[in-house]
């Protein structure tokens, strides 16, 4: 257990010091919607990142590009890894930029559908 | 359908033997009035008189001619078979026709007069079985299907095991041509067997051969006894041909018909019961959960009572509609993470509510495990199932150990547990438990809160969400005495994190066996018994789903079923999608799409599905694809209004994956 735990500390801090050029490239939405279809993020999180059963949430309000990188490529969770050989830094934070395109959902409130007994 | 038939062989030999039978008979009708005495003296032999042997074969009645002359005179032994199916009050009998059942169909129809049971045409035996599924969860009353012995039997045995995961009684009987010296060659020689009933034994809770009148008599009784004494499941005859074809013989005596008496359920051992009221009154933090443990309203009722009584959480794992979902002590799986006691009643996986499991390839593959429990919390089950297992088929889960393990049936133990549990609360312990409800109160209010707000995510969404879907369709229904006949979960259970669930046929609970294609065929069963008690009948139809069997649609519009099937189609089987993705993943490897959205294999795109064309061509009104949320309101209202002038009708509604 210790030698997992020093194993994922070391890849955490590598990737977080990655990712710090990651935040200030130049990303594209529209290329990032294409992505998060290609690589499935769709499968379990939905076509708009709302999630569902079978994944949370994802967007609107994602979070930090840097630390979904580095839950990504080390997650032991439900969720599978996704490596950078099969999805790039690049790609990543398209993806990331398609999330925070989302628009915040509207108060349940506000919906009748959701206000029924 | 070509399996089902004679081939033309057959049919030249059966028409010949009919015919030559026939010749016999009028011959024999002629003749035997004339006494020997009046007989004309035999002409002078113009050869050597044939041998004994040779005369008996030239000039007797072949056995299976004897059969079939018999047959047309006496009274059909399948006429005394319908009697003991009368005596049962079955009311209906889907069925996909077959050669080796059709002496006691045509008794079912002409002898029987087509009612109790009514034959429902059928297109495919799995539909048949599933349907009989469905309307058991609805009417509590077991239904017959009829399959043809090895071919059709097969087609059944996915149903079946569903059935038996389900806790279920169906009475499947196999016509067989057991006789395999008289049997006729060919086609129904594939379709015969020695022990057709071994295809379905280890998933039946019995099984059976008659060889006479009087043992079918007495198995039919009893397989229907077995079925439906709790645990509940399905039972198999293998009914002979010949049995059915061959007329009544009187051995002695007339077969009688049993008289049926049903079995009181097994409870719980009174020292078992005694202790676990012990535990649960003295708990910090009881917790109950149960997947099956209503089998009918009274459970509902009697799961309220202990519930309130001990002021304990409810999680409701979905085998049935067990407990309100707008009761405040209704609660999510994780509320076992702080009890202290954990009431289990009739959980198919007693270790999956206390233990997690993480698909994510970890120890070379297999997963990781972990306890969702404090070390030292009780455990108490009440389940029947233990009374109900097999060797081969594991849907009892993996093993967990237990404190205070009853094998009785919940429902029928509730009462004894309510008032042990009243007497075991001590006095001083009345307002921590009161308490406790106040704060399950609040709980519950964040909690609803929470899930409408998550529905409001991609509430405008194309594809439709499942959120949407589901709200939408209960915007419609809510004021009906509506029934969810069937969803399989995955629209992320919205219908039971939404929908107001009180009532006992608000919710039938999935398919046990998790066998696909169940949705349909059982919805359909499950609206024929709404119809008849002037229920409203709805279901999530998926779209993997219906594509297993889509004939049962055509049933559905033949019976003049009326059901609301608003489709959630994902286009594609998307538990699989997510499996080769998680797989791809594990592997460092981009799973190939073919030019699909899910990995080559799992999508059901290129060509798109038209469902409401498919439903539309077997006599449904339909109406899709509809991919635009502010559509769907008012196709419904058309829908409806259409299901509720008696007809089915279908919706297909592109969605979200989930």
Redo the contacts between chains.
Sequence with gaps: MKMFKLRFFVSTAFAAVALLSIEVMAVDAANGKAGYVKHGCWQCHGFVGQGGIAGPKLAPEPMPLAAMNVFLRNTKGAMPPYMEAVLSNDDLADIHAYLLSIPKAADYKSIPLLNLP | MDHKKSNTKVDRRQFLTGVIAASAATAANTIAPVSAADAPAPRAPSALPPSAKGAAAETGTPRDLARESARVKGIPGSDFMVDVIKSLGIKYLPSNCASSFRAIHESLINYGGNTMPEYLTCMHEESAVAMAHGYFKISGKPLLTLCHGTVGLQHAAMAVYNAWCDRVPVIVVGGNDLDAAYRPPGVPTFHSAQDINAIVRDYTKWDDTPVSLQHFSQSFVRAYKIAMTPPYGPVAISLDAGLQQEPMRDHGAKPYIPRYVPTAPPQGDTGAVKEAARLLAQAQNPVIAVDRAARTAAGVGLLVQLAELLQAKVIDMGGRMNFPKTHYLSSPPTAVNGADVIIGMELSDFWAVVNSF?????HGGIG?NGTRIKPDTKLISISSIDLNTKANYQDFQRFQVVDVPMAADAEATLPALIEAVKAAIPNDRKSAIAARGEAAKKTYAENK?RT????????D?S?I??A?LV??T??QI?DLDWSLVASE?NV??WPNR?W?MEKYHHWLGRSGGYGVGYGAPASVGAALANRDLGRFSVSIQSDGDLMYAPGVLWTAAKHKIPLLAVMHNNRGY?QE??HI??L???R????N?GGD??PVGTSIERPDIEYHKLAESMGWWAKGPIKDPAQLGPALKEAIAVVKSGQPALLNVWT???
């Design positions: 993480t698909d994510n390839g970890e990781a809160a409408r707000q998550a529905a409001a995510l991609a509430w969404a594809p969400s499942t949407r709200m939408e209960y915007g809510k979960g992320s259970n939404l107001p998307h999608v997510m993705q998680r791809s993943n594990f460092n490897r981009v799973p799409l959205m899910g979200q994956p989930r």
